[in-house]
């Protein structure tokens, strides 16, 4: 089912994100998490480019076999580090394996770089805009409440994203955030600036310091001061770590859906017993 249908039937959908392994690594253990995260019947599951943000066959292969859950799946591609004909034979295989929904994302620069590598498309509205003239799908792209790290400015940003919705993109999900206050404001900005497709809001339940510091270093999100304190606190202990991270991400969804957030999407790093704890406490809610 397309994304952009789903979005129709209800008020708040609640999806979730799995990556698939190493390019090397057997597909088995991944294919058994994604069972089990289909077994809570999010309204999708998007499935991230391989690692270092390579689009590999795995991507593919884990959605198509998302589906055979009755569960719909969203593949991201990547474009600033692949030639324009990989693009055309990820797109063809995605199609190939009925999937019908695809996140469409720059990417991570080749190398570090600050060019994309030759024949490549250069930013994520080309992307959509190419995705958009040769295929049917639902087409997703990023968004950033708190401001890309590359953008000179968070109006910058918006603009940016504009011109991917304005390429043909038909639905948002964020980056992960801490301070729903912060995904208020940018929606009200978003709405000043005519921008007006379904927002989704990136989840991401902390139960790991380490892991938390490593991405906001990649990310530029920032923690608010009661998180910072809780990662002060539990940091060191891991089982209450885990706990008060799925406390914490559970009182953000249940203000998200107060406020009439379109929707939730849960990074769940591949950890269906996080996913699964939070849906059990959101199951009146959702």
């Known amino acids: 089912m397309r994304i952009s ?9 609640f999806s979730c994100e799995i990556f698939p392994p190493k390019t090397g690594v057997k ?3 991944a294919f058994e998490i994604a069972g089990k995260i ?6 999708f599951i998007s499935v991230t480019c391989g690692a270092g943000g390579n689009t590999d066959v795995f991507t593919g292969e884990l959605a198509e076999h998302i589906e055979k859950f009755n569960v719909t799946a969203l593949a991201h591609i990547t474009c600033v580090a692949s030639p324009k004909e990989k693009i055309t034979a990820i797109l063809d295989d995605y199609a190939g394996r009925g999937i019908k929904n695809v996140l469409a994302l720059r990417g991570d620069l080749p190398d570090g770089g600050k060019q994309p590598a030759n024949g490549c498309y250069k930013y994520a509205n080309e992307l959509v805009a190419a995705i958009k003239e040769r295929s049917d799908f639902c087409i ?3 968004c950033y409440p708190e401001g890309h790290v590359e953008s000179a400015s968070q109006d910058e940003d918006i ?3 504009k011109q991917k919705v304005e390429a043909g993109c038909d639905f948002l999900t964020t980056q992960m955030f801490f301070d729903n206050n912060v995904l208020y404001k ?6 000043q600036k005519g921008i007006n497709v379904p927002v989704l ?3 991401m339940p902390v139960t790991n310091k380490a892991q938390i510091q490593r991405i906001l270093e990649i990310s530029g999100t920032v923690l608010p001061p009661r998180f910072q304190n809780i990662l002060d606190k539990f940091g060191s202990n891991p089982a209450a770590m885990k706990q008060a991270g799925i406390a914490y991400a559970t009182e953000q969804i249940v203000d998200l859906v107060a406020n009439n957030v379109r929707g939730i999407h849960l990074y769940t790093m591949n950890k269906p ?11 009146h809610i959702l």
């Not at 249908?5 to 959908?13: P, Q, S």
């Not at 289909?38 to 309204?43: F, T």
């Not at 017993?273 to 199951?283: C, F, K, P, T, W």
């Open 5 to 13: 249908d789903i979005l129709l039937k209800k008020d708040t959908i």
């Open 27 to 29: 597909l088995e253990h």
């Open 38 to 43: 289909a077994e809570l019947k999010p309204a």
């Open 140 to 142: 997703g792209a990023a």
């Open 159 to 161: 603009l940016y994203l």
């Open 186 to 191: 940018f929606l009200f900005k978003l709405s």
């Open 201 to 203: 809001a990136g989840i």
């Open 273 to 283: 017993d996080i996913a699964e704890q939070i849906m059990r406490n959101l199951s």
